[in-house]
């Protein structure tokens, strides 16, 4: 059975330029995992994946499924991940992983259900599209040391009305890859204050200290653009609002607090109001926590 795992304090290994530690078998290999940074209006979004493939010094190395594998990747959001595939890998540096979806328009290969309606709606790739996406990775495999890596989607720049068919939604897979030993997380509380009746609230994660702009994937090149997001929930304990933004590799980030996340239209350049903004440093296998007011 898959195993939906948090994320946990990285393992210290002190070996230069390897991607992670092994567990000391004398095979290397190819451990992955995904992750998801959420949208809004969702109860489940399924996507179905059919095999993956791993490029390095030696070639392209291809890994079918064998059966399409669906994930529910709505209930991988706040840090969390699920296991994906283990599979051997010779050793050498490896550049670049490829996803492969199953997404046919005409079909429920890959789905959204909804919040309120409850209807499962389709999420195809339309024809002429892509339907493998590659994120580039950077890791050398030596022999018993295997490569442990997150392959995070970011949903709210993946996923929109399709403008054609109303009742159907365009797969467009945003992707970035993170070594788990590097990954950190940022976490932390969003003042009731900025939380009025009405709000669609959200987290916007940019790299380095920018001004925070709205999602927008036709955006020129060079563009700020947020690198994960995340929902705002009240914590029915504290009755605090809090969030986490999961596998981020180390550096500085902006983190931004809107309440109009669900006006934002990834295909557009949309006028959306960030209330709260700070900057926060992450750190490989630490937990920054931060407070906006």
Known sequence: MLRLIARSAAVVCVLLLV?????????????????DAPIDGANSINITLTELDVTGDAGTLYYPFPAPATFNFY???GGLSQFLISQPLPTGHYTSITLYFEAAPGTLDSNITLIGSGNTDPLVIPAGSPTKITVPVNFIVFRNISAN?????????????DPNNPGQYILQPSLRAVNNLDAGSITGSVATTLVPSGCSPAIYVYSGKVTPTDVNINAPSGTVQPISSALVGINSTTAQ?????????PGLYTVAFTCQAAQDNPTTTDNISFTSVTTASVNAGQTTFVSLN
Request: hydrophobic share 35%; aromatic share 14%; glycine share 10%.
């Open 75 to 77: 209930q991988l959001q």
């Open 149 to 161: 890596y997150t392959v995070d989607m970011d949903l709210r720049r993946s996923i929109y009305p």
């Open 241 to 249: 609002y809090n969030f986490t933004v999961g596998w981020l590799p």
């Open 19 to 35: 991607a992670s530690c092994g567990g000391g078998s004398s095979t290397p290999s190819l451990n992955l995992y995904i992750a």
